[in-house]
């Protein structure tokens, strides 16, 4: 018995011991952990070969090597956005590193000036000194160049670098840097960014970093280790960024900033919208100036907040997303300014009219030695709308101030103008800024020319004759970068409707279409007590619009817009993307019917105007003009059964008798 005991414990153990082992080497054998792939670590066994599964592009000077799978976000569609971010910056630093005696050189930019200067200043050349000529030799001024380092340049940050693209377009085309951060989270990002540095020889400019972005920029906070310039481009939202942001940047530095969350920014979802970015977002077809005039309030309030502020230098609505470009300050008196600042918008839901209400209000005390602040009065508007009489929305608090700098909008115009073989896109730049400059600064939103229309129910007039009718009455009217047809003009919405009410007497409406209590016959129901002029006046034809440059970009490419968000996959799951998008369009919509099956879907219902002896159209009508018959059970006879094999094929007809089952 002890013997038959010891055999079987002998046999448990062994059983046990070979269990666990088939255990561990199952793990060791299975697929990898999430730490392991994120590291790249992953068996070699599962391992593509590279090149097929990494692309390269050139983009600018530089080449980057990106996965073909969406493990890193790359999106080509935004090679606008870089460009303008390396001309903005690279007149930043001319100013910023100006004020130190140093002069930066771009490339190309030289021969261009030259070309100009043998052109009409030959003769100024023989007569005038070569800057420089007569300087002592230790009163040289410095020059930074491209891809050099320079000793009191710009410190640069890009927060969430991706491929790194951005960062080493930095390095090969802006001059005057001192050091280029590229951060990303991803392990398999940086790893990325470190092989695109080697292969773009950037790697004394650029430095790879993997961490969280907050967490770095928090690190930041001294005076002496901020940025001067930093970049946010995530994939939705940067809420999340931008108080560490406004505190990681350096005194006067520049914050750059992207938006692709219009979806929340444009007011289909007002509630996120306050929780991201502190102002409620209102549909209003000025939606993307708002979006832009949000953000700036969200920037400045969190600057508010350490006593800081924000100057915007350029804020643009291009494709699927909003950029802006501001310089960030310290002064407790300047912070107090900011609630004058900021508005909410009142706008009525029925003709669109809107209005502003400042929070804050600020006059020179007597004496003019120094601002008083107080609280605003308001609100200006009625419970109801006193041109259709339907009720107002709110929304904000946004930014009611300029969201442009024109000094500074006009030198990067001139810079790009001068030098367009530097960016691909130049001529996109080129037309964008020309808009922004001829923008009213002082007038926020805007009104569109199908909205006014559409709210009449009248045709719509040209834009030139609304330009034109809006500069007679004595009022600035200008376009918008943000909308095609916008109209943006310092007249009150009394004189527009004024304005439309007098082209709706050349373009009558037929009023016994339109329901009295819409918003169409409150309006016109009123005479214009203002008489305008349609005549069109050479003025009403902006600059940018008569020398017909690219302004509003038509689509570059098939399925363009925003990404999906990067994640470790392979190129099928990417196709089975594009799949799944080619049979979810149009999903919502009808299939369209066959004319024939709708033509005899039509003569099976009954003509009431043939019933009334009305209908002129005789055989043509698309309604059965045959007679209802009448049934036995009408006339009084018996009603004969009905086979249930063979149901009766009759259209339906007014006046015939119903019963159970019968529809």
Not at 65 to 84: M, T
Not at 183 to 203: F, K, M, T
Not at 248 to 274: H, I, K, P, Q
Not at 469 to 497: E, I, Q
Request: aromatic share 6%; with cysteine; charged share 25%.
């Amino acid at each position: 018995m002890g013997g038959l005991v010891l055999w079987l414990s002998f046999t448990l153990r062994s059983a046990r011991r070979l269990c666990r082992a088939r255990f561990m080497e199952g793990h060791r054998q299975g697929p990898p952990s999430p730490a392991a792939m994120e590291n790249g670590t992953e068996p070699r066994t599962e391992e593509r070969p590279p090149e097929a599964q990494e692309t390269t592009v050139a983009e600018g000077a530089a080449r980057i090597a990106f996965p073909s799978a969406n493990e890193v976000f790359y999106n080509p569609v935004q090679e606008f956005n870089r460009d303008l971010t390396c001309a903005v910056i690279t007149e930043f630093a001319r100013l910023q590193l100006g004020a130190k005696g140093i002069q930066i050189k771009v490339p190309g930019e030289k021969d261009v000036q030259k070309v100009v200067v043998d052109l009409s200043e030959r003769e100024e050349e023989k007569t005038e000194p070569e800057d420089g000529e007569n300087l002592a030799p230790g009163d040289q001024p410095r020059t930074a160049a491209v891809g050099e380092i320079c000793e009191g340049g710009l410190r640069v940050l890009e927060g969430l670098a991706a491929s790194g693209l951005r960062s080493i377009r930095f390095a090969r085309e802006v001059p005057g840097l001192q050091s280029v951060l590229a951060n990303d989270a991803s392990a398999r990002a940086v790893d990325l960014i470190r092989r695109n540095v080697q292969l773009n020889d950037v790697g004394h400019l650029v430095q790879p970093s993997q961490a969280d972005a907050r967490m770095l920029m928090y690190q930041h906070q001294k005076v002496a280790e901020r940025f001067d310039v930093i970049d946010l481009d995530p994939y939705g939202s940067p809420a999340s960024f931008l108080d560490a942001a406004v505190q990681a940047v350096s005194e006067g530095g520049l914050l750059c900033v992207t938006c692709t969350d219009m979806a929340v920014l444009a007011g289909n979802s007002g509630e996120t919208c306050y929780s991201k970015y502190g102002a409620m977002a209102l549909k209003s077809r000025a939606c993307h100036e708002m979006a832009l005039r949000i953000v700036l309030h969200s920037l400045d309030l969190r600057a508010n907040c350490y006593q800081r502020y924000v100057v915007p230098l350029l804020s643009l609505s291009a494709d699927f997303y909003v950029r802006v470009f501001v310089r960030v300050f310290t002064g407790q008196a300047k912070v107090k300014a900011s609630a004058s600042k900021q508005a909410l918008v009142f706008q009525c839901v029925g003709c669109g009219a809107f209005y502003l209400q400042r929070l804050g209000k600020a006059a020179e005390a007597p004496g003019g030695r120094r601002v008083k602040f107080s609280a605003a009065c308001g609100p200006p508007v009625a419970p109801e709308c006193e041109h259709c009489g339907q009720r107002h929305q709110l929304g904000g608090p946004l930014w009611a101030e300029p969201i442009h700098d024109l000094d500074f909008v006009g030198r990067v115009l001139e810079a790009v103008s001068a030098n367009p073989s530097r960016f691909h896109t130049s001529e996109r730049i080129r037309g964008v800024l020309s808009v922004v400059s001829e923008e009213l600064p002082d007038v926020p939103l805007y009104y569109t020319l199908d909205q006014l229309s559409s709210t009449i129910r009248c045709s719509t007039p040209s834009l030139l004759q609304l330009r034109s009718a809006l500069l007679h009455a004595g009022f600035r009217v200008s376009l918008s970068h943000a909308c095609k047809n916008a109209v943006k003009t310092d007249a009150p919405a009394s004189a527009v409707w004024d304005i439309m009410r007098c082209w709706e007497k050349e373009c009558p409406v037929k009023r016994e279409r339109l329901s009295e209590t819409s918003p169409a016959w409150r309006i016109l129901s009123v005479e214009p007590k203002l008489q305008a002029n349609f005549t069109v006046r050479e003025d009403a034809n902006p600059s940018s619009r008569q020398r017909g440059l690219k302004r509003f970009q038509a689509n570059p490419e098939a399925n363009w817009g925003p990404r999906p968000r990067a994640r470790p996959g392979s190129k099928a799951a990417g196709e089975a993307m594009q799949e799944r998008r080619r049979l979810c369009q149009n999903k919502r919509k009808e299939p369209a019917e066959d004319p024939a099956q709708h033509a005899a879907r039509l003569k099976a219902f009954p003509c009431k105007r043939f019933k009334e002896g009305t209908c002129s159209r005789g055989d043509q009508c698309c309604y059965s003009h045959s007679p209802p018959r009448t049934t036995p059970a009408a006339s009084g006879g018996a009603a004969p059964t009905r086979c249930p094999e063979a149901p009766s094929q009759d259209p339906p007809c007014s006046g015939a008798a119903t019963g159970p089952g019968v529809d």
